[in-house]
């Protein structure tokens, strides 16, 4: 109906009158006000957007309530058009995504770029549906289900009517990010923003004062003959104090715990982005301190996305891979695939390039990395293992260089013999490796003579050496309103792991159930 109200407002415009919204400058210096108040009406406009009521004009220095009435003879405050309104819809939902803090800190650079260049609901397939937020697997086999019937969907008014099995929660996950006809392609540079953030956490209490660091000096002194009794040789003993002068030398040189973060994105002819993010860290002597940036190309044939530089990597059920540094309970959707990375993501970012291919039922996903990680080391040079620390300290930062590369085969089995829409195979492999060896041995970090033994067997059965490989395979399928997916995965010549999870979904009601397993 709001669109039959527009169209009676538009008729009812009285002749004569000038659309204050619309107006130029000279028009609005026709207007029975001096030259000066014209510019201030102007420059309001310009500056706070349109006018939603005449009677914002009194806010203007100026117009008194008298010249208001006379102007209202002359001028209308016209309704927003439709541009408008997606424009302000836009921004809405852009601000609401920049202060994302929850599971979507990555996935939500794409949903903006969606706000600009939405999906086309009529040719989307379940993955890419699957994207966007909040939207099940039970969803996006309904809507695909749909159109692969012979269905069309034309409006938000047949998305939320038209399809049988989409919930409420799936229709308002997907209704902003959507169109239903293809668009001309734009050329050069369409869109882009900058952001920049500051963040302190001076309020907080460090977790390392300087006179920790003092009393583990002195009592390296004061208890040589304990360290000497639990095997610790003269050098060892050298090596810590060396390590903890060094960190309570970066300690004291610490001003603040706040820093800048400056991030830039572009985009260009709607297949090609470009990102670039760094921090300032106020309490260090550096002008900057991480630097990630990515390069993106979208659905160029069977390229489906190719990442260069900084990028996150989503398989199967993120059981094998998902180095998404946030935890995400399960009963989030993950969103499957690969992604530019601008988060601040400690020990967990990957870098260098990652593929995504599709052509007919079968599906390939790829990826190399080459980066620097923090870890703790061992007198010896070894690697005791990884650390995430802040502020991070000198001698663990980046002293390890990690070597990953893996990949997902998979095959979509919708509607094959006698299995739904929506089912599919895959399976995942991943190598990873590192220039130092791994010696996870708890003498070098568990103090001798305290009250506590480090005896935790997940730390005990860590690995050494220097490479690590793992496997598995996932599926998933749909039937009527219940989904059911997996993945099993092993690390080889070691553990396994095990993730069922099953949902149940009605309009407003979902259930979930889950299973685990993890060696």
């Known amino acids: 109906m709001s669109w039959l109200l527009l169209f009676f407002l538009a008729g009812t415009v009285p002749e004569g009158q000038l659309d204050i919204n619309r107006a130029s400058l000279k028009e609005i210096r026709a207007l029975p006000v001096d030259s000066l108040t014209a510019v201030r009406i102007y420059e309001y406009r310009e500056l706070y957007g349109r006018f939603n009521s005449i009677y914002e004009l009194l806010k203007i220095p100026g117009i008194t309530v008298e010249k208001l009435d006379e102007l209202k003879l002359l001028i209308y405050i016209s309704p927003k058009g439709q541009e408008e309104r997606r424009e302000a819809n836009i921004q809405r939902i852009q601000k609401r ?70 919930s409420t929660y799936g229709y308002r996950g997907m209704r902003n990010y959507i169109k239903f006809i293809d668009q001309e392609q734009k050329r050069g540079w369409t869109t882009g923003n900058y952001r920049l953030k500051f963040e302190s956490s001076s309020e907080e209490e460090p977790l390392v004062e300087e006179n920790d660091f003092t009393a583990a000096l002195e009592n390296l002194v004061t208890d040589s003959a304990v360290f000497r009794d639990a095997g610790y040789t003269p050098e060892e003993v050298a090596f810590f104090r060396q390590r903890l002068e060094a960190a309570q030398q970066f300690q004291r040189g610490l001003k603040s715990q706040a820093n800048f973060q400056h991030r830039l994105r ?23 301190g991480a630097i990630k940036g990515y390069l993106t190309l979208d659905d160029i044939g069977p390229l489906r996305r190719l990442v260069i530089g900084d990028y996150r990597v989503t398989l199967g059920q993120g059981l094998l891979m998902d180095n998404n540094f946030q935890l995400l309970p399960r ?61 991070r300290y000198p001698t663990f930062r980046d002293v390890l260089l990690e070597t990953g590369a893996g990949g997902n085969l998979r095959f979509d089995l919708s509607n094959l013999l006698f299995l739904p829409l929506g089912s599919r195979l895959g399976v995942n492999l991943m190598s990873l490796g590192v220039n130092r060896d791994f010696k996870p041995l708890a003498r070098f970090i568990d103090l001798p003579g305290d009250d506590d033994v480090l005896d935790d067997v997940s730390y005990l059965s860590l690995d050494s050496g220097r490479t690590r490989l793992f496997y598995s395979a996932e599926w998933r399928t749909v039937i009527d309103n219940v989904s059911l997916e997996g993945e099993f995965a092993r690390q080889h010549n070691a553990g396994n792991a095990l993730l069922v999870k099953a949902r149940t979904q009605y309009d407003y009601l979902y259930l979930n159930a889950l299973f685990r397993r993890y060696d």
């Not at 994302?100 to 939500?108: A, F, K, T, Y």
């Not at 572009?266 to 900057?288: I, S």
């Open 97 to 166: 995504l920049a202060t994302e803090d929850g599971p979507g800190v990555v996935i939500v650079e794409d949903w903006q770029d969606l706000l600009l260049d939405p999906l086309n609901i009529n040719r989307a397939t379940v993955d890419d549906l699957l994207r966007l937020e909040n939207v099940s697997l039970i969803d996006a086999v309904a809507v695909v289900r749909y159109i692969k019937s012979g269905g069309k969907v034309e409006s938000r008014r047949d998305l939320a009517n038209q399809i049988p099995g989409l």
């Open 266 to 288: 572009m985009r260009a002819w709607d297949k090609v982005r470009l990102a670039g993010w760094f921090e300032q860290p106020v309490y260090e002597n550096r002008l900057t």
């Open 331 to 391: 009963v989030y959707n993950r969103a499957v695939g690969i992604f530019g990375d601008l988060s601040e993501n400690p020990n967990c970012g990957l870098r260098g390039v990652a593929g995504d291919f599709q052509t007919g039922r079968l599906g390939v996903t790829g990826f190399f990395s080459r980066v620097r990680r923090d870890a703790i080391l061992n007198p010896d040079s070894t690697v005791n293992w990884y650390i995430i620390s802040y502020p």
